[in-house]
């Protein structure tokens, strides 16, 4: 199985590091405990001159142990590779081998509606020319 590789990077105009310098996050799920360093140089080797590298151990994904209907305390699952939290809200590009859309969305947010709301949520997108707040 080859997981994709999550690739985001900010720079002095987000104000987080001086001008001429960027910061990029190297992500994904690593298929092995093992030499999971080894699954993203797929991702560094695309971002070419490295001056400083930090890599951290796994972060494991965690799922709650309980519906939260009990005690009304609704906990969504880890969140994923995906620096934008993409898979959580629905919002990544689709390629021909991707996920539909909808799917994406009851990863988690539908999952949490479901166990708070005891229904399944409906999302519709704007149609055409409807609009979200009134124009003055």
Same mark, same amino acid.
């Given at each position: 199985?080859?997981?994709?590789? =999550? +690739? $985001? &990077? %900010? !720079?002095?105009?987000?104000?987080?590091?001086?001008?001429?310098? =960027? +910061? $990029? &996050? %190297? !992500?994904?799920?690593?298929?092995?405990?093992?030499?999971?360093?080894?699954?993203?140089?797929?991702?560094?080797?695309?971002?070419?001159?490295?001056?400083?590298?930090?890599?951290?151990?796994?972060?494991?994904?965690?799922?709650?142990?309980?519906?939260?209907?009990?005690?009304?305390?609704?906990?969504?699952?880890?969140?994923?590779?995906?620096?934008?939290?993409?898979?959580?809200?629905?919002?990544?590009?689709?390629?021909?081998?991707?996920?539909?859309?909808?799917?994406?969305?009851?990863?988690?947010?539908?999952?949490?509606?479901?166990?708070?709301?005891?229904?399944?949520?409906?999302?519709?997108?704007?149609?055409?020319?409807?609009?979200?707040?009134?124009?003055?």
């Amino acid at each position: 199985m080859i997981l994709d590789i =999550y +690739i $985001a &990077i %900010v !720079s002095s105009a987000h104000n987080v590091c001086p001008k001429g310098y =960027y +910061i $990029a &996050i %190297v !992500s994904t799920i690593a298929e092995s405990s093992s030499n999971h360093h080894l699954e993203l140089q797929p991702g560094l080797d695309r971002l070419g001159k490295i001056e400083e590298k930090f890599m951290g151990s796994p972060i494991p994904l965690y799922e709650p142990l309980e519906s939260g209907r009990n005690d009304n305390i609704f906990i969504s699952k880890s969140y994923d590779a995906t620096s934008h939290f993409e898979t959580t809200t629905g919002t990544i590009p689709q390629s021909r081998n991707s996920t539909p859309f909808s799917d994406l969305l009851a990863d988690d947010v539908r999952d949490i509606y479901r166990r708070a709301e005891q229904e399944e949520l409906i999302v519709e997108g704007l149609r055409e020319g409807q609009q979200l707040v009134e124009q003055e």
